[in-house]
């Protein structure tokens, strides 16, 4: 499906699902088997159903979101990564400290030009989120969703993540200002996993 309008919904101006869709394609390609269609709907968010709608619609880092969903942080696993030059782009997947179901599988595009060389080891690392860093640093920062989205069970989105569930998925691309500068491109998608 490479529409972006919701079925059953009226006729909306599809140059915003349009950029949507190019965000993403942009976000993923870098990464290898990124180059694939995506598959999603651009959605309001009085269209995202719970547990997706309280994870997703929030000017939070998700880290601290699914932190407080689960009663416990959250892990990061790095799936594949990209460095060029001051962009680094890495495919990601959340976990719940200990163990238990994927949270959130994610993209994200750092420009490094806009973060400080201990900030940027920290995340090269590996070892911890992007929320958790950039608060433990107490980088100045404001998240902006740009988009909310519905991805199909088993669509080309969700199939790169590695994701063989039977229901539609919702996430949401951002973008996260350091000291006021668009450093920081997203995509993150959550799974609802129960609680």
């Known amino acids: 499906m490479s529409t972006a309008t ?3 919904s009226a006729v909306r101006n599809v140059e915003p699902d349009a950029a949507a869709l190019a965000v993403l394609r942009g976000l993923c390609a870098p990464l290898p088997g990124g180059d694939f269609q995506p598959a999603c709907v651009v959605v309001q968010p009085n269209e995202i159903p719970q547990p997706a709608d309280a994870l997703l619609v929030h000017h939070e880092h998700m880290t601290e979101v699914l932190h407080r969903r689960y009663k416990k942080p959250v892990d990061v696993a790095v799936l594949d990564e990209h460095l060029d030059g001051e962009r ?3 495919k990601v ?4 400290v200990g163990g238990g179901p994927v949270v959130e599988w ?3 595009r750092l420009d490094f030009k806009f973060m400080d060389g201990e900030v940027r080891d920290e995340i090269l690392a590996k070892r911890s989120p992007l929320g958790a860093i950039l608060i433990r ?4 920062r404001r998240i902006k969703p740009r988009w909310f989205m519905r991805f199909p069970a088993r669509g080309p989105t969700l199939s790169w993540f590695g994701d063989a569930g039977t229901e539609p998925l919702y996430g949401r691309i951002g973008t996260i200002y350091c000291d006021d500068e668009p450093a920081i491109e997203l995509l993150e998608i959550v799974t609802g996993a129960p609680a």
């Open 6 to 8: 919701p079925a059953g």
């Open 106 to 108: 994610g993209v994200v």
């Open 137 to 140: 640093h107490n980088v100045h």
């Open 93 to 96: 997947r959340l976990n719940p």
């Open 88 to 90: 680094y782009t890495r």
